[in-house]
Structures are given as structure tokens and as C-alpha cells.
């Protein structure tokens, strides 16, 4: 049977490991004249603020190091399939419905086996239609918008039929050029529903080249994080708390951001596009860190402070008073 989906090469797996290890030792070093390079284009003045919160779902502890190059403390830090909830005024969107129902037979069957153990979800991982009943007070959502166009951030459209998806235009064109699909698990849930293209054909914003104002109201900005996809984005969304960044997998944990250290290369090297603009994506997101909280998709502790339950659950073990909740 012919592949439907990009495998790496032997030499590619082999050079991923000896990355995994040569960064250990010796972690790429932040560039620090590129960083004097970037400049801050400010933020725009929004009209209207948004609600954004996580959806539950089961964290899984990993090994630093095996995430951040060269960090090995603390020895693990929280890895979450996280699906965010963005309420605005004129529409709810959901913000990359990480996975489906059967993810193993639906989704991760199509990767290639040197990534299927490592990217494995924890038994008791919450599909994201599982995830959205367990929510109270929380709209239908009108549309999906994923970060980009990896499995784990789009596969729980498929149990959402019908469900219509905004996606990047450099996404789309690169995650459908051709008949072997460049990543697998994806294709399948982006057919038979309706799929807005969109281009980041704003002006730069903080510390981003491009941008698209979503609403055109200033609250929900989609900026540009290429590198670990041609097409990544962020969602800069203004909530009553200030401003929030999601940002996807330009970072799977906030320590790479403060810290402007690269995945590891084993997995970082097999599944990021283009290393080099995703190391200096992670700079931007470091200078533009004090401004937006940013909040990468599967870091679990930085996802768990947009959480409601979670924040009820809390409130209600420690009998708090509730000084603001944990939703922004
Ligand atoms: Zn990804």
C-alpha cells in the first residue's frame, strides 16, 4: 500500500537522535544580535474583549530535557493535548480541537512508528468533544481555527462534522500539495466541511511581521509563528485580564520561551518544518512574553490557568473567596 504520509528517512531518525544528545550537552545558544534586531510594533486598540479558556484534559509528565534542549530541571514538566474555548461577541471558536475519539486508529495509525510511542497520549485523554460536554455555560461553537495543521490539533474535528474551519492559506497550500500528505493524521479532518482561508495580511504586530485581525474589532489578532510549520500562528486574544497568546507549538513549554531554547531534537528535529525559523520565532516570543501571557498549546501548566472546573475545583478546596476567576 502506498504511504499516504511523509516518513522520515533512516539518516533523518539518526540525526534527530544524535540532536537529542548533542543538545544535551550543548544546547543552541540564543542569538543575541537577531534579538537587538527585532523590534516591537506595539498593539492594536481593541474595541471589544474576549473569554478564553482551556477545556480539561489529562496531563502527562515528561522529562525536560526530552522537551527543552538542555534543561534538566525541573526533571519533568506537564504535557497536555489541550483544546482552547475563545468567546467573542459575534461567535465561539474553538481553537485546535486536539483529538478525536479512536485517536489511535483515526489519527496516530497514520504517523510514521518512530513518532506513534513518543507522541502516544496518557490513558484517560479526553477527546475534544468529551472535553466540550464536561463545560457548563459554554455556547455551540460556530467555527474551529487551528494553531496549524498537525494531527493533534485538528483531529477532534472529526468528530465534528460540518464544523467549519479557518486556516492559514500557507497551511492549507502546504499540508495539501500533492499525494503523499507532508504530515499524517490531518487531511481526513479537514474534508467534507466548509474551510475559510485567511492570509496574515495585517500589519506587524508586537513583535510579529504579520498579522489578521479576525473580527476586525482588534480583540482577536492571528499573528505569524512559521517555523514549525510553513504556515503556524498565534491567537492574540484581549480578555478582561490583559492579553493572552496562544501560541501553539512554536513552543511545546513556556521554559523555551524564557529560557530561548529549541525542542529537543528527538522529536523537535522530525516534526518542526524549518528548525531555523522556529529558533527565531522562539525569539520573538521571549521579547514579546512580558506583554501577553503566553500560553503554548500543550503546556499544562500554563493551559491550567484558563481553566474554569479546574479553577471551581480549586476555589472550592482551599474555600477561597474567589478573587476573579481563573477564566480570562
Ligand atoms: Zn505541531
Not at 183 to 198: C, F
Request: charged share 20%.
Amino acid at each position: 500500500m502506498p504511504a499516504s504520509a511523509h516518513t522520515p528517512s533512516l539518516l533523518e531518525c539518526c540525526s534527530a537522535a544524535a540532536g537529542l544528545v548533542h543538545g544535551m550537552v550543548r544546547p543552541k545558544p540564543a542569538d543575541q544580535r537577531f534579538l537587538r534586531s527585532i523590534t516591537d510594533a506595539g498593539l492594536p486598540s481593541p474595541r471589544s474583549t474576549v473569554r478564553v479558556r482551556a477545556l480539561e484534559q489529562v496531563t502527562r509528565p515528561v522529562p525536560t530535557p526530552m522537551i527543552v534542549e538542555g534543561l534538566f530541571t525541573p526533571r519533568h514538566i506537564g504535557n497536555a493535548l489541550t483544546t482552547f474555548v475563545i468567546e467573542h461577541p459575534q461567535a465561539t471558536f474553538l481553537v485546535d480541537p486536539s483529538v478525536c475519539d479512536d485517536y489511535r486508529r483515526r489519527a496516530i495509525a497514520q504517523l510514521p512508528g518512530v513518532l506513534r510511542a513518543v507522541v502516544s497520549p496518557p490513558p484517560g485523554t479526553l477527546s475534544t468533544v468529551a472535553a466540550l460536554a464536561n463545560e457548563s455555560n459554554l455556547p455551540a461553537p460556530d467555527f474551529a481555527l487551528p494553531t496549524h495543521a498537525h494531527w493533534d490539533h485538528v483531529c477532534g474535528l472529526l468528530d465534528l462534522p460540518g464544523l467549519p474551519v479557518h486556516l492559514h492559506r500557507d497551511e492549507h497550500r502546504w499540508i495539501s500539495a500533492g499525494p503523499i500528505a507532508p504530515v499524517g493524521g490531518v487531511r481526513d479532518s479537514l474534508l467534507d466541511r466548509p474551510l475559510v482561508e485567511y492570509d496574515l495580511d495585517g500589519p506587524p504586530v508586537l513583535t510579529f511581521t504579520r498579522s489578521h485581525d479576525l473580527f476586525g474589532d482588534g480583540s482577536v489578532i492571528l499573528v505569524d509563528l512559521a517555523g514549525h510549520t510553513p504556515g503556524s500562528i498565534g491567537v492574540l486574544a484581549h480578555t478582561e485580564r490583559g492579553w493572552i497568546l496562544l501560541a501553539g507549538d512554536a513552543a511545546w513549554h513556556h521554559l523555551q520561551i524564557d529560557e530561548i531554547r529549541q525542542k529537543s531534537g528527538f522529536p523537535g528535529s522530525l516534526v518542526d518544518f524549518d528548525r531555523e525559523l522556529a529558533f527565531r520565532t522562539l525569539h520573538r516570543l521571549h521579547l514579546a512574553r512580558h506583554t501577553a501571557t503566553i500560553i503554548p498549546t500543550h503546556d499544562a501548566t500554563a493551559s491550567n490557568t484558563l481553566r474554569t472546573t479546574l479553577a471551581h475545583k480549586e476555589m472550592t478546596r482551599t474555600h477561597q473567596a474567589p478573587g476573579g476567576s481563573m477564566e480570562a
